[in-house]
């Protein structure tokens, strides 16, 4: 077996070469061209065909998406690498993260044809890590968008707890399609795996990643573990937890998805949450919204009241029995400044366009939070003493 230790240190890690960082920008910019060329390669067969039809708009549409896609991935890697994040170290149950990570991207692993482990059923060993938890939700996101390019059918997902020294490790295994069963590791070495090492560095976890014909096995190696039970090493009392700072991005990796008729409005929302970290997807429409929703439910919800009405509660309905864990935020044109989902017997937030600049975010990160502590208090109620 082949045997490819990533972060800390990873190849672009503070001391890097400038060989690696010609590398990357190389690829960044592949990574822009080659989708951009096909879009206009789109655009130009719909002028010259003279008919507009849904299946050339879906492909012009997935090659912007992937030059977008390149574009943010890039950015991020650019932040992580200046080393100016800070994080905190927080108590988070690793099982419970995971089993949400799964339940949050079924519907996507369905579309890319793989079989991902039942959330509620998959045998996953209850740990306890400090860490900082938005930078993991931000690790383990960007861990699935590589396993869904890379993967072929099942991924098996396993959490080791060995007593000494004391260590967490969240252990990843699957085939890869027989195209790349006989190739080096380079196709393994997208931006986004880039990307995971970038922030698995920042955390401290160590990233061991093995191929073995078409058998890659991946570990990430927890350091700082919260376990009653095990030796605690890197956990030192008199160690100062650093502060956040706006470099922090503090929802980093989520998603947001911003629905509104007006172009404006969902350009002043996207500009009034940017600096938090957030995905932003955009839709012109409740129906638009569920075409986005099919292929990736996002972490939150932001839409124009205008759009209020039958169609807009039935998406949120059924968004609800997909995952209890969405946020919902309501623009009004009226009203108080802001107001939290859990002041009106409606559960939903509402911030007035006036206050998006100064609320907007402030609320965003509390529903956030608030629908990620429901899910760990869910959590704990299921399982046995």
Known sequence: MTQHPAAPGGPLAGGAQPDQWFELVGAVGIGIA????????????????????????????????????VGITAQQLSRFATRRVRVSHERVQLDTMLRDMLRYRAREAIAHGLALPDPDGAPLRPAEVLVDATLLHSLLGSLFDWLFRHAAEALQFAIDIRRWPGQVSLHCRFDVPDWLSDTAATPFDSLTW?????????????????????????????????????????????????????????????????????????????????????????????????????????????????????RLAQLRSELREESAQLAYITITEEGKPFEMSDDNPQRLARVRRSALETALPSVLMFELSQRSADSLANASRRTPA
């Open 34 to 69: 080659e989708p951009l060329t096909d879009a206009l390669e789109h655009i130009q067969s719909l002028v010259t065909g003279g008919r507009v039809d849904k299946a050339r708009l879906l492909k012009l549409r997935d090659a912007l998406d992937e030059a977008r896609r």
């Open 194 to 310: 880039r990307l995971i090492e970038q922030i698995a560095a920042t955390l401290d976890l160590a990233v061991r990643r093995g191929i073995d014909g078409r058998t890659v096995t991946l570990a990430m190696e927890f350091p700082r573990n919260a376990q009653p039970d095990l030796p605690v090493f890197g956990n030192r009392d008199d160690e100062p937890l650093p502060v956040a700072d706006p470099d922090s991005m503090p929802l980093a990796g989520s998603a947001v998805l911003i629905v509104a008729t007006r172009r404006a409005l969902r350009l002043q929302v996207s500009h009034a949450i940017a600096h938090l970290g957030v995905l932003s997807d955009f839709a012109s429409s409740v129906d638009e919204a569920r075409d986005v929703c099919r292929s990736r439910l996002p972490d939150a919800l932001i839409v124009e009241q205008a759009l209020d009405g039958f």
